[in-house]
């Protein structure tokens, strides 16, 4: 651009220089171009959606009651047989397959397959296969093409004899000038016939001429920069396709999975039928110990804790009611300690008088002056006051004893030996693991259905009575609290849960396992679809949970397809 | 350009042509139209015969002259196969030994004259 501002308002022949060099640029931009095409014209999404069938001859074939699937490794098929409606491998069938006229039966493999041997099955081309199937669930008779490519052709003859027929001329110049690969020398060419167009340029006489030559050298090259993007395109022959054995993600979004790995991987499917279920809303809940079983262990007065003789109970420990779990020194402090020293003293400066008169009692009644119950008085007055004296001391050693409220075992402590802890700190919550509750928000009116259920964190389902709902709302929100029935050994007290409680309201859909669903990318639900024997789409869904295994498909999944229930997650991870 | 215009048209036209595999509807014959390659193939069965109808991509009758064919019958647990040869016109039939019964299943391989596959596959209701 700099160049033709400058020449603006220059020479004629600094006018022509210019031009040549505009031309020059344009040829060597003209080839940059088609290399840029090259790449981008290696457009994979024709290519991998075949490449299953490139790698290894396959056969794939579906009937309402079977899919077989062949591969063909030299002469010998290997056939995978499943029942279509969920994909289980069907084993002990007797399969049969009829090539070119001659029918062989297939021997069963250890691992399930079936496999046929024919020197007719490698012959090129395609070959129709009747194949028969009697199993379990009816017999079944299937016919496929079996294609076997034919041996590799020499490479030249892919690239020759492709010419558009619209422009004869140009397409020989851009064959003439495009078949030597561009390289160092085509660039020197390049710039020497660059060179020699401005030479011409600059000369008066020449001018036209190298006008003409310039132009038709421009439209050439360019030509010949486009005809090189388009090469690679029609090549047949697919370019490498590594073991076609693997599953892969195909462009249009779509899963091949052969069939090894879906037995691998244990794909198993469901025929979607619409059932009638009803709705359930899903409601946050914990897991809470039942009131009535179990409880909480806590100080009165607060002091330092001792341990009983058993030692500190330990988390899981089950007891028995009543028994000693911990025991509290109560504090005294420095003023109340000076209180009891002064009443010791004080109960102990009586209790010497006592005795004092008691001595003197007894000496007036040896000598039959005095009474017999005087003695016995001072006697009963000087036992209270030892008594007394006991209590008062014994205030700064008898400490509190802790015990179980219920049956149970330990579920939290909060406590060691020593330490000291203030009233009605909880020192140890005592479960019964049998008997446990949950207890669930719900901002809406309270479902009413019965049949609730609540998934855990880690999938387990659990069977919920419901106990009781609130009259009172807290934080905005109706209380439900539910008994589960037989809790799971692992289920804790805390423990967040996902309650499904029936709505009462019944709607017609579709019902799958929740394993069915997964997430996409974008977090969307989605299943799979089990489109062709090894091909799996994706289908966006709308779902609503009917209990904690079950989900209801509002849209996306019409009746009679055929939706992985097991394995979809490992499916939704190959790339 | 025009490379990539084909390939995207080719693109585009796979899934059609996935979709196209497989549809089948009624014939002008009253039997099942396939789709098959290079056109569509009506098979019809009576109780003595069975045939397939050939025409081309616009439903025009090909005349099934030079063309073999061999249906092979599951009924009952046996497999019976017959031999199908031009019968005239469009026609490409074999004789039945006794008429289908429901859940009969019947698959056809045949071959035109000009080298096409055709494959159907047929269940009795």
């Given at each position: ?177 495009g078949q030597p690969e561009p390289g160092r020398a085509w660039a020197l060419a390049v710039f020497a016939v660059g060179l020699a167009v401005g030479l011409a340029l600059r000369s008066r006489r020449m001018r036209p001429a190298a006008f003409v030559a310039g132009a038709v050298l421009v439209v050439a090259l360019t030509g010949t920069a486009f005809a090189h993007g388009g090469e690679d395109h029609d090549h047949d022959a697919p370019t490498a396709t590594p073991g076609s054995n693997t599953p892969q993600r195909l462009p249009d979004g779509s899963v091949f999975v052969p069939k090894p790995s879906q037995r691998i991987l244990e794909v198993r499917t469901t025929t979607a039928k619409p059932t009638e279920v009803e709705g359930a809303t899903r409601l946050i809940g914990k897991v809470i110990p039942d009131p009535n079983r179990g409880g909480l262990v806590q100080s009165i007065g607060g002091g ?272 | ?125």
């Amino acid at each position: 651009m700099t160049f033709l501002k400058n020449d603006a308002h220059g020479r004629p022949r600094g006018r022509a220089a210019g031009l040549a060099m505009l031309i020059l640029a344009t040829c060597f931009a003209a080839p940059a171009r088609a290399g840029g095409g090259d790449d981008h014209s290696h457009g994979p999404a024709p290519a991998s959606s075949t490449a299953a069938a490139q790698g290894t001859p396959r056969v794939s074939i579906q009937s309402d009651l079977y899919q077989v699937v062949g591969t063909l490794k030299g002469d010998r098929l290997t056939l995978y047989v499943d029942r279509s409606e969920d994909n289980e491998p069907v084993t002990g069938a007797t399969v049969s397959v009829t090539v070119e006229g001659e029918a062989m039966p297939a021997a069963p493999n250890d691992d399930g397959t079936y496999a046929v041997s024919s020197p007719h099955l490698a012959e090129p081309g395609s070959n129709d296969l009747v194949i028969q199937v009697a199993g379990p669930d009816g017999e079944d008779l299937l016919i496929a093409a079996l294609v076997v490519a034919e041996p590799a052709r020499p490479v030249a003859e892919a690239g020759a004899g492709h010419v558009h027929p619209g422009m004869p001329f140009l397409a020989h110049l851009k064959e003439w000038l495009g078949q030597p690969e561009p390289g160092r020398a085509w660039a020197l060419a390049v710039f020497a016939v660059g060179l020699a167009v401005g030479l011409a340029l600059r000369s008066r006489r020449m001018r036209p001429a190298a006008f003409v030559a310039g132009a038709v050298l421009v439209v050439a090259l360019t030509g010949t920069a486009f005809a090189h993007g388009g090469e690679d395109h029609d090549h047949d022959a697919p370019t490498a396709t590594p073991g076609s054995n693997t599953p892969q993600r195909l462009p249009d979004g779509s899963v091949f999975v052969p069939k090894p790995s879906q037995r691998i991987l244990e794909v198993r499917t469901t025929t979607a039928k619409p059932t009638e279920v009803e709705g359930a809303t899903r409601l946050i809940g914990k897991v809470i110990p039942d009131p009535n079983r179990g409880g909480l262990v806590q100080s009165i007065g607060g002091g330092r804790v001792i341990a009983p003789e058993a030692g500190m109970p330990r988390l899981g420990q089950a007891v028995r009611k009543g028994e000693v779990l911990a025991r509290v020194e109560r504090p005294i402090i420095q003023a109340d300690q000076a209180i009891v020293v002064e009443k010791v003293g004080e109960i102990e400066q009586q209790i010497g008088l006592a005795e004092a008169k008691l001595a003197r009692a007894r000496k007036l009644v040896a000598s039959g002056a005095g009474t017999a119950i005087s003695v016995s008085d001072l006697e009963i007055e000087l036992e209270g006051m030892r008594r007394r004296r006991a209590a008062v001391s014994d205030i700064r050693t008898t400490p509190e004893t802790l015990t179980a409220p219920a049956d149970g075992v330990i579920a939290s402590t909060r406590v060691v030996a020593g330490q000291v802890v203030q009233p009605q700190d909880v020192l140890f919550q005592v479960v019964h693991p049998g008997s446990l509750w949950v207890e669930a928000l719900s901002f809406e009116d309270a479902p009413t259905g019965t049949g609730t259920t609540a998934l855990t964190v880690d999938g387990a389902t659990l069977r919920l009575e419901p106990k009781g709902v609130s009259r009172a709302l807290q934080q905005q929100a109706t209380v439900l609290q539910f008994a589960v029935v037989d809790p799971p050994d692992n289920l804790r007290v805390g423990q967040p849960v996902t309650v499904l409680a029936a709505t009462g309201t019944s709607a017609t859909g579709i019902v799958l396992p929740r394993n069915a669903v997964v997430r996409g990318t974008g977090g969307e639900a989605m299943v799979w679809r089990h489109a062709a024997p090894e091909r799996f789409e994706p289908r966006q869904v709308r779902v609503e949970p009917v209990d904690a295994t079950r989900v209801v498909v509002r849209a996306g999944v019409k009746e009679g397809e055929r939706v992985v229930v097991r394995g979809a997650d490992l499916i939704n991870q190959i790339r | 350009m025009k490379p990539s215009i084909l390939a995207l048209a080719l693109v585009l036209a796979l899934p059609v042509a996935a979709n196209a595999q497989g549809h089948s509807h009624k014939g002008p014959n009253g039997g099942e139209l396939v789709d098959v390659a290079g056109g569509h193939a009506e098979f019809v069965d009576t109780p003595t015969e069975i045939a397939l109808h050939l025409s081309d991509e616009d439903g025009k009758p090909v005349p099934a002259k030079g063309a073999t064919g061999k249906a092979t019958i599951l009924s009952g647990g046996k497999t019976e196969t017959v031999d199908l040869a031009p019968a005239g016109g469009a026609k490409l039939a074999g004789a039945l030994t006794k008429p289908l019964a429901s859940g009969d299943k019947v698959v056809v391989s045949a071959r035109t004259a000009d080298g096409r596959k055709i494959q159907v596959r047929h269940v009795e209701r």
